[in-house]
């Protein structure tokens, strides 16, 4: 992230629609940006049918017991860190509430969660978009 970015940076449109998602537009903020940032690029939230990228950079220490609750609301998942290099945790579920698939990841002291409608490609574009922002985002894990 360069300086005045929030953590919605790390995923911008382009990057969903590279994946075959349509629909993504600019992400509106909830939360500070910089220490948390629940970023919908479309709807209201992914449980409800949009676009969703959620993240959080507390401290290494916070780092697994906020993960825990972001696996927690994508009610849990399969272990999914074997297909993310760089990740410490992450869990991904592809029949999540509202018909979306999430995966949540762990990496040092980021946290993060995509989630989106599920679909046959889902596991594929959430993991291409995961990995995607462990690289990005490799300065503030």
């Known amino acids: 992230m360069q300086p005045g970015e929030t953590l919605c940076g790390l995923l911008g449109p382009g990057d969903f629609a590279a994946v075959g998602l349509v629909g993504a537009g600019v992400p509106t903020l909830n939360g500070d940006g910089t220490t948390e940032a629940y970023c919908v690029y479309a709807g209201k939230s992914s449980g409800t049918g949009g676009i969703e990228f959620d993240a959080f950079a507390g401290t290494t220490a916070d780092a697994p017991g906020t993960y825990q609750t972001v696996v927690g609301e994508g009610r849990g998942g399969q272990d999914a ?41 889902a596991k594929s574009q959430l993991t291409t978009l995961a990995q995607l922002v462990l690289e990005r985002a490799a300065a503030i894990r």
């Open 81 to 121: 860190a074997s297909l993310l290099p760089g990740a410490d945790a992450a869990a991904i579920n592809l029949a999540s509430d509202g018909g979306s698939a999430v995966i949540a990841v762990r990496a040092g002291k980021l946290v993060f969660a995509i989630g989106f409608p599920a679909s046959d490609r």
